[in-house]
């Protein structure tokens, strides 16, 4: 999986608890943060008050299917999105899924491998997965904000000494620009360190 640039919020909702437990397990050692249900008239309210980026939807269950879920989740949040998977595939659900709005329909047992590459076509999808490019700008962002900290240097006093101007210095730490290795030379030096230390442990 990709780095995830923030914590990345999951419902999973299947009567089974097993199948909870392991999705769990699965997904939060992939860096999620997720949270469980085995009562499907229990995912209104908890997508209302949640703020999930994605739901992960069984479709066989009791007391409601995942498709009627699936209808009062679409209700109350348009943007989340939403993985149905199930046992009991067919062209009926799968196409009745689609059409409010599931970004994919997997079959259980899924391959995690498969499941892996579901979530980060999502990720990317939603804005909300970083390429190994941007988290390379992250590390070297903060690793220029610490060390600059470090040395007692202000944003205007690192520009004076770099001759880089103090916005370009600002984006280059927030990780919105990509400094040149011209720049990064300049900020090493202001810095008394060598340039790979700007790397981090990348």
């Known amino acids: 999986m990709p780095k995830l640039p923030q914590q990345v919020r999951v419902l999973v909702v299947d009567d089974d608890k097993a199948i909870c437990e392991f999705m769990e397990t699965f997904l939060t050692a992939d860096g999620f943060e997720v949270t469980t249900l085995n009562d499907p008239l229990a995912v209104e309210e908890t997508v209302r008050a949640g703020g999930f980026h994605l739901l992960v939807l069984d479709l066989m269950m009791p007391k409601m299917d995942g498709v009627e879920v699936l209808e009062r989740v679409r209700r109350v949040d348009k943007d989340v999105a939403v993985v149905i998977f199930t046992g009991y595939p067919s062209l009926d659900t799968a196409v009745q899924s689609m059409k409010l709005d599931a970004v994919d329909y997997l079959k259980k047992p899924f391959n995690p491998d498969e499941f892996r590459a579901v979530l980060e076509r999502v990720l990317r999808k939603k804005g ?38 103090v916005s370009l ?28 230390d700007l790397f981090g442990d990348y």
């Open 128 to 165: 909300l997965s970083r390429t190994p490019e941007e988290d390379l700008h992250k590390v070297i962002g903060e690793s220029i904000r610490r060390l600059r900290k470090d040395a007692g240097l202000t944003l205007k006093l690192l520009s004076r000494r770099t001759n880089l101007s």
């Open 169 to 196: 210095l600002s984006q280059i730490e927030r990780a919105e620009s990509s400094a040149s290795i011209s720049s990064l030379y300049k900020i090493a030096t202001a810095l008394d360190v060598r340039i790979q």
